[in-house]
């Protein structure tokens, strides 16, 4: 089986290259190693040699085509990624997350000399927004966008949409209705039904994954708009104060990359389907559990900050329904955050990389209206 990996530079893309190539699968690569996201424009040095590398970006549609020729199955991970960022790089999200998606459905549908049978795509949990929640009034809800004059107030918990209550986190099930609270999340929604609809209609195996928050080694520590785990090691390790938004109760499904490879090779092997699956460790951690777990870590002289701002698109609490995953691939996530934080910040520890321009990034949403409190 010969499987192109678009994004297959990146982090997951990394992880999944070195797994296929275990498993006596051929890989080609596909990436633009943006350098928001790569240190260096290269591939992992235990996979050069091994893979074929094609360097180009998602939006070049005839570069795109040719890496496409002669391959048995794509993983589709390239895409921009942040939720923040993409709350004012529209077009930019726009333009690589769906017209990246399009060239290649596209190619789908018009070759039919297009060997293609199997078609997984990396969608998010941020197409839920706020996603599963219990009322005591009114049982399961589903509720909308958090209000702005709650949280400057400190109330950070969303409310019923029926009673305006405050209700409580439940595991999102893949059955819960889509309302994306970011650009990112809604194009994030576009690829997955895209991809959906693409495998329904050709008759092709097609999954769209949910990932969680994914993390582990090889996470890129520059990339200033994602990945609160590389923001907060960073910032440890230079002993600089360390401030969470919110109320530091805000909680998300960190699931290990190992796990999430797991299952996305299994989707590859598994029978023909066209459905959309969460991929997740099941469990919520709160961030403020996170950022004080990494000061230990590093006996760090950091100081840790809830200071109540809040980012619009945000959403409060992630934790995924995993009876579907289990169902389809028979996976269970093995790596628990505890052992899985241990292990990503020891190769933290060995790297020379540091995230910077986290506090510009964090002016651009500033000036934009996009951070307040």
């Not at 969608?123 to 219990?134: D, N, P, Q, T, W």
């Not at 910040?345 to 060995?350: A, G, S």
Request: proline share 3%; charged share 20%.
């Amino acid at each position: 089986m010969k499987t192109l990996i678009t994004g297959g530079a990146g982090f997951i893309g990394t992880h999944l290259s070195r797994k296929l190539l275990q498993e006596g699968v051929e890989v080609r690569i596909f990436d633009n190693f943006n350098p928001q996201v790569h240190s260096k424009p290269c591939l992992h040095h235990d996979l050069q040699g091994h893979v074929e590398l094609i360097q180009a970006d998602v939006r070049d549609r005839d570069a795109l085509h040719k890496a496409l020729a002669n391959c048995d199955a794509v993983v589709h991970l390239a895409a921009e990624t942040g939720t923040g960022q993409s709350m004012y790089q529209v077009a930019q999200y726009e333009q690589v997350n769906v017209g990246g998606t399009a060239h290649l459905i596209d190619y789908l549908m018009n070759y039919r000399s297009s060997r293609v049978t199997r078609l997984i795509t990396a969608s998010s949990r941020a197409i839920y927004g706020e996603g599963k929640y219990f009322c005591t009034e009114h049982q399961v809800v589903y509720p909308e966008a958090r209000r702005s004059e709650d949280m400057m107030q400190g109330f950070f918990e969303p409310r019923c949409p029926h009673c305006s209550n405050f209700c409580e986190a439940l595991p999102t099930d893949e059955n819960s209705p889509l309302h994306p609270l970011s650009f990112y999340g809604l194009t994030k929604q576009m690829q997955e039904q895209m991809t959906l609809l693409c495998g329904k209609t050709l008759g092709i195996s097609a999954f769209a994954l949910r990932y969680q928050n994914v993390y582990g080694p090889g996470q890129s520590l520059t990339n200033p708009y994602t990945g609160i785990l590389a923001i907060f090691s960073s910032r440890a390790r230079e002993n600089m104060p360390i401030h969470i938004f919110e109320d530091g109760r805000e909680s998300r499904d960190f699931v290990y990359v190992h796990d999430v490879v797991e299952t996305t090779w299994r989707c590859l092997q598994a029978e023909q389907k066209c459905i959309a699956m969460n991929v997740g460790s099941g469990a919520r951690t709160r961030v403020e559990d996170v950022a004080h777990e990494i000061v230990s870590y590093f006996e760090s002289a950091s100081t840790v900050t809830v200071n109540g701002a809040f980012r619009l698109g945000d959403i409060r609490h992630n934790v995924a329904d995993l009876a579907r995953m289990q169902q389809i691939t028979g996976c269970w996530p093995l790596i628990s955050f505890p052992e899985g934080i241990r292990l990503f910040l020891e190769w933290v520890q060995e790297q020379d990389h540091q995230c910077k321009g986290y506090e510009r990034s964090l002016e651009e949403l500033r000036s934009r209206g996009l951070m307040q409190g």
